[in-house]
């Protein structure tokens, strides 16, 4: 295989001209990229809906208290609490 383009959204190293700018685009961002990457694969899309339902009970966060993000963890909570009793 042979690269003839730059990746969408990376930013040619000659166009870097700060340590920080490098650290950032170099180290930083490939870093997160593979973070995102990895969580995508090892969790299911409803357990990432959870997880972005926490944001959502941030006070400073621009959608505190969203009901389309919190939703998925009501639901989740409802068929817990119904799971746990059941089995009792």
């Not at 700018?21 to 990432?48: G, M, Q, T, W």
Request: aromatic residues 6%.
């Amino acid at each position: 295989m042979i690269v003839t383009e730059q990746a969408a959204g990376h930013t040619p190293a000659s166009a870097v001209n700060t340590l920080d700018a490098y650290l950032s685009v170099e180290i930083c961002n490939p870093v997160i990229d593979k973070a995102v990457s990895e969580l995508k694969h090892r969790f299911s899309d409803e357990n990432r809906e959870i997880f972005l339902a926490v944001s959502a009970l941030m006070p400073g966060m621009p959608k505190f208290l969203d009901m389309d993000l919190l939703m998925p963890m009501a639901h989740n909570i409802t068929d817990q609490t119904r799971k746990i009793s059941e089995w009792k």
